[in-house]
Antibody, heavy 115, light 107 residues
Framework: EVQLVESGGGLVQPGGSLRLSCAASGFTLSDHYMDWVRQAPGKGLEWVGRTRNKASSFRTEYAASVKGRFTISRDDSKNSLYLQINSLQTDDTAVYYC??????WGQGTLVTVSS | DIQMTQSPSSLSASVGDRVTITCRAS??????LGWYQQKPGKAPKRLIYGAFTLQSGVPSRFSGSGSGTEFTLTISSLQPEDFATYSC?????????FGGGTKVEIK
């Protein structure tokens, strides 16, 4: 059974940093494209970025709104995906989901940016 | 970037009604479109991919159609558990983009 469990969310001050983790089980992480998607309170879904699989050299893509501030990485030995978020802004406040190929999703982790 | 315009943004319907939701892409995306259902406080659930392929385990009352720039999600007979928000997603080109969502409420 595919399982994705996010962690690392919390309350952060503007300008701060955070690293979100996504623990994957039930499949081999390196075989799959993995995405991060976020949802601000009361708003729609926003794709954040993607890391491709090993066959595609783990190349990454990002939304323009986060490029240069967010970095997706993975540790296939730990079957884990990460999202490093720097220079946090108030409009980064959202639930962050990790997803296997936008088919399977974790339960999300809430990031709140506030002073 | 490809813009996904979803309509309506909300609708009220009764159990048993036929419901249709539309997504329009700002440029052609072939069949590279998925539909998602989301209930409050829960993660999205993929219903359809490739514009019309039903995800395993999804009831057959859900169907998708369209190609290019116009896409439709149809619920043939709305059930109580179908009251939720539905969103489309294009994955033809980066950045991937979602429609704004359609909230389906009880009439």
């Amino acid at each position: 059974e595919v399982q994705l469990v996010e962690s690392g969310g919390g309350l952060v001050q503007p300008g701060g940093s955070l690293r979100l983790s996504c623990a994957a089980s039930g499949f081999t992480l390196s075989d799959h494209y993995m995405d991060w998607v976020r949802q601000a309170p009361g708003k729609g879904l926003e794709w954040v970025g993607r890391t491709r699989n090993k066959a595609s050299s783990f190349r990454t893509e990002y939304a323009a709104s986060v490029k240069g501030r967010f970095t997706i990485s993975r540790d296939d030995s730990k079957n884990s995906l990460y999202l490093q978020i720097n220079s946090l802004q108030t409009d980064d406040t959202a639930v962050y989901y990790c997803s296997r190929g936008l088919s399977d999703w974790g339960q999300g982790t809430l990031v709140t940016v506030s002073s | 970037d490809i813009q996904m315009t979803q309509s309506p943004s909300s609708l009220s319907a009764s159990v048993g009604d036929r419901v249709t939701i539309t997504c329009r892409a700002s440029q052609g995306i072939r069949n590279d479109l998925g539909w998602y259902q989301q209930k409050p406080g829960k993660a999205p659930k993929r219903l359809i991919y490739g514009a019309f392929t039903l995800q395993s385990g999804v009831p057959s009352r859900f169907s998708g159609s369209g190609s290019g720039t116009e896409f439709t999600l149809t619920i043939s007979s709305l059930q109580p558990e179908d009251f939720a928000t539905y969103s489309c997603l294009q994955y033809n080109s980066y950045p991937l983009t979602f429609g704004g969502g359609t909230k389906v409420e009880i009439k």
